[in-house]
T-cell receptor
């Protein structure tokens, strides 16, 4: 079975601070993808980043960066120099090629509040 | 291009009534997914279709829920009869291809309140 755990339920920061969101996953699949989605107060789900299980190279995209550690089954996400518009709920998700098929399994989400 | 379209955006109904949620996937996408989001259970997959055929409905909570996809551009999720515990946000998503890396594009969701 697939499982995604986001231990942080809420993080509050002041604008321009960095925010790191933790994500730990469980899967029996050897091939899988990890995702981060953002859900702003308006409610829609917005795709942010995707990483496959064969590529542990960490990357930076604008103010977003991610740290994929297969050995610890973690896929952490960082927002650098946070802005008020970053206030949202962030979901980590996992999708494998195995028995779970096309099921996208979401974590419980982390609410980020960026104060001016 | 238009994204995934869902209607209505908000629905308030009384217990026992039939509710129909609608979804138009992105043109050219061959996979369609229905998710439900609640405070208690978070985001969970209800059912998904490939080329209009239901592939996995193991997430459908009970027989009161049914989903159809009569053609590539339209899907419905029906609850009959509705109950207060069905109150949630229902998302439709679509993707081109069913690989694990294929991005799912989500609609804006339908917020359902059953009184």
């Amino acid at each position: 079975a697939q499982k995604v755990t986001q231990a942080q339920t809420e993080i509050s920061v002041v604008e321009k601070e960095d925010v790191t969101l933790d994500c730990v996953y469980e899967t029996r699949d050897t091939t899988y993808y990890l995702f981060w989605y953002k859900q702003p107060p308006s409610g829609e789900l917005v795709f942010l980043i995707r990483r496959n299980s064969f590529d542990e190279q960490n990357e930076i995209s604008g103010r977003y960066s991610w740290n994929f550690q297969k050995s610890t089954s973690s896929f952490n996400f960082t927002i650098t120099a946070s802005q008020v518009v970053d206030s949202a709920v962030y979901f980590c998700a996992l999708r494998g090629y195995g028995a779970a098929g096309n099921k996208l399994t979401f974590g419980g989400g982390t609410r980020v509040l960026v104060k001016p | 291009d238009a994204g995934v379209i869902q209607s209505p955006r908000h629905e308030v109904t009384e217990m026992g009534q039939e509710v129909t949620l609608r979804c138009k996937p992105i043109s050219g996408h061959d996979y369609l997914f229905w998710y439900r989001q609640t405070m208690m259970r978070g985001l969970e997959l209800l059912i998904y279709f490939n080329n209009n055929v239901p592939i996995d409905d193991s997430g459908m909570p009970e027989d009161r829920f049914s989903a159809k996809m009569p053609n590539a551009s339209f899907s419905t999720l029906k609850i009959q009869p509705s109950e207060p515990r069905d109150s949630a946000v229902y998302f439709c998503a679509s993707s081109r291809g069913g690989g694990a890396g294929n991005e799912q594009f989500f609609g804006p969701g339908t917020r359902l309140t059953v009184l």
